[in-house]
């Protein structure tokens, strides 16, 4: 009861007295009461890069700093579609191989029947949508359990794979458009140019919503707080931008290698869009309310079946770019494209950034941080010397703290009478 009273009297001085100080002492408070949020893959991802930059300093190098970015793409955009079903309690099991047919459909449809680059796209993210509809239909109407509908989607896919791809055959992608997607980096010119859209927007958008709060009589972030963010954004932002802005190849004389990765900008694209939509519309917050109590959300009105079939809809379609991108980083398609443990990472990223496995908790940001941290491991252990068994092992390690973490804090909450 005193740590109940506690939350409430350091958020309710928050309120009154909005100030940094205060601020911080009602997120310190939340912290303790259970609500930890992304802290501690913030913190993961702070441990990981300080230890493997100490062990193996080629860790911090310009051209390793941009792999991170291209060996997390793939694992963090289908982490964000796997983000709107873990909201809703539910599961993915064929995300993986479900993006693996979609890049199969865009190989077959640029380099076997010649089309072109964007028509070849769109058939790829229409077959993920497609496959998500008859998933959410086969869980929301009939009520098969997601687990099981998703785990024969698993095994469905790839024999569908298979017969796409002719049984094993490997098809080259040579589309310069698709392959610049994980292959090919912006000037350094429209690379700042992206960091002062992508810090200006951040900044816009802080201010116009405290303006709007202001308007309708409610607290404010102070102005000063404000600046704390954009100012923390603006440096981190500018460092990563300038470090990938420096020359990266071995030989400059013959080909230069500078710039920010063309799939950091896809990425941040797919980012503000979801996060927009969770957090800015209706259908964002029926995904939530959902999650939170599906059978509350009935009885309130919300369209349950539609919200779920809308959740994997979303989620495959994601997918579908998560496998073009696959498909551009290794310049083909085989039947192992979004197999082995591409499903596995996904749903650790999506987990280990801060969304619940109990759903009605999470933000697609939850998936850039856990892909981040999924790269560091996979990167780092690489650079160590350590095989595949290791990175298994440390992976899954950390993806059970940040369950165990995450169901901590559930009960830590409930009993703290947050929940």
């Given at each position: 009861m005193s740590?109940l009273l506690?939350?409430?009297e350091?958020?309710?001085?928050a309120?009154?007295?909005p100030s940094?100080g205060?601020s911080?002492?009602?997120?310190?408070e939340?912290?303790?009461?259970?609500?930890?949020?992304a802290?501690?893959?913030?913190?993961?991802?702070?441990?990981l890069c300080t230890?493997f930059?100490?062990?193996r300093?080629t860790?911090?190098?310009?051209?390793?700093f941009a792999?991170l970015?291209t060996q997390?793409?793939?694992?963090?955009?289908?982490?964000?579609?796997l983000?709107?079903?873990?909201l809703?309690?539910?599961?993915d099991?064929?995300?993986g191989?479900?993006?693996g047919?979609?890049?199969a459909?865009?190989?077959v449809?640029l380099?076997d029947?010649?089309m072109p680059w964007?028509?070849s796209?769109?058939?790829a993210i229409?077959?993920g949508?497609l496959?998500g509809?008859v998933?959410g239909?086969?869980?929301?109407?009939?009520?098969?359990p997601s687990f099981i509908?998703?785990?024969?989607?698993f095994?469905?896919?790839?024999g569908?794979?298979l017969?796409?791809?002719?049984e094993?055959?490997?098809i080259?992608?040579?589309d310069?458009?698709?392959?610049a997607?994980?292959?090919?980096?912006l000037t350094p010119m429209?690379g700042?140019?992206?960091?002062?859209?992508?810090v200006?927007?951040?900044?816009?958008?802080q201010?116009?919503?405290?303006l709007?709060r202001?308007?309708r009589?409610?607290v404010a972030?102070?102005?000063?707080?404000i600046a704390a963010r954009?100012g923390?954004?603006?440096v981190?932002?500018?460092l990563?931008?300038y470090v990938?802005?420096?020359?990266r190849?071995r030989?400059?004389?013959?080909?230069?290698l500078t710039g920010?990765?063309?799939?950091?900008?896809?990425v941040?694209a797919?980012?503000?869009?979801?996060?927009?939509v969770?957090?800015?519309?209706a259908?964002?917050r029926?995904?939530?309310?959902v999650g939170?109590?599906?059978?509350?959300?009935?009885r309130?009105?919300?369209n349950?079946?539609?919200?779920?079939?809308?959740?994997f809809?979303?989620?495959?379609g994601i997918?579908?770019?998560?496998?073009?991108?696959a498909?551009?980083?290794g310049?083909?398609?085989d039947?192992?494209?979004?197999g082995s443990?591409?499903?596995?990472y996904?749903v650790?990223a999506?987990v280990i950034g801060?969304?619940s496995l109990?759903?009605?908790?999470?933000r697609?940001?939850?998936a850039?941080?856990?892909?981040a941290v999924i790269?560091?491991i996979d990167?780092?252990?690489?650079?160590?010397?350590?095989g595949?068994?290791?990175?298994?092992?440390?992976?899954?390690?950390v993806?059970?703290?940040a369950?165990?973490?995450?169901?901590l804090?559930r009960?830590r909450?409930?009993?703290a009478g947050?929940r």
């Amino acid at each position: 009861m005193s740590k109940l009273l506690a939350n409430d009297e350091a958020i309710v001085t928050a309120v009154r007295q909005p100030s940094i100080g205060n601020s911080a002492r009602a997120y310190t408070e939340r912290v303790r009461g259970g609500d930890m949020g992304a802290l501690p893959a913030v913190l993961g991802l702070v441990v990981l890069c300080t230890v493997f930059a100490l062990l193996r300093p080629t860790f911090l190098t310009p051209v390793n700093f941009a792999n991170l970015f291209t060996q997390g793409g793939q694992i963090t955009v289908i982490a964000m579609g796997l983000v709107f079903v873990l909201l809703l309690g539910e599961i993915d099991l064929s995300a993986g191989f479900a993006s693996g047919v979609c890049a199969a459909v865009l190989a077959v449809t640029l380099t076997d029947m010649g089309m072109p680059w964007y028509v070849s796209v769109l058939a790829a993210i229409l077959t993920g949508v497609l496959i998500g509809l008859v998933l959410g239909v086969l869980v929301a109407k009939l009520g098969i359990p997601s687990f099981i509908v998703t785990l024969a989607g698993f095994l469905a896919f790839q024999g569908v794979l298979l017969v796409l791809l002719e049984e094993g055959t490997n098809i080259s992608i040579r589309d310069e458009t698709i392959l610049a997607i994980a292959n090919r980096n912006l000037t350094p010119m429209l690379g700042w140019g992206l960091f002062l859209v992508g810090v200006g927007g951040y900044a816009a958008v802080q201010i116009v919503r405290s303006l709007k709060r202001s308007r309708r009589g409610l607290v404010a972030d102070p102005a000063s707080l404000i600046a704390a963010r954009v100012g923390t954004m603006a440096v981190i932002a500018g460092l990563a931008v300038y470090v990938l802005n420096l020359e990266r190849s071995r030989n400059p004389g013959l080909v230069s290698l500078t710039g920010v990765p063309i799939v950091v900008p896809i990425v941040l694209a797919l980012l503000v869009v979801w996060t927009f939509v969770l957090r800015r519309t209706a259908f964002g917050r029926h995904i939530y309310a959902v999650g939170g109590n599906a059978e509350a959300s009935r009885r309130a009105g919300i369209n349950v079946d539609r919200i779920k079939i809308s959740a994997f809809v979303i989620c495959s379609g994601i997918a579908a770019i998560g496998g073009i991108i696959a498909a551009s980083r290794g310049a083909s398609v085989d039947p192992n494209t979004g197999g082995s443990q591409v499903l596995l990472y996904a749903v650790g990223a999506a987990v280990i950034g801060g969304t619940s496995l109990f759903g009605g908790k999470g933000r697609v940001m939850d998936a850039v941080l856990g892909g981040a941290v999924i790269a560091v491991i996979d990167n780092g252990m690489g650079l160590m010397g350590y095989g595949s068994s290791v990175k298994y092992i440390v992976t899954g390690s950390v993806l059970l703290l940040a369950a165990g973490v995450d169901a901590l804090a559930r009960r830590r909450a409930a009993a703290a009478g947050l929940r």
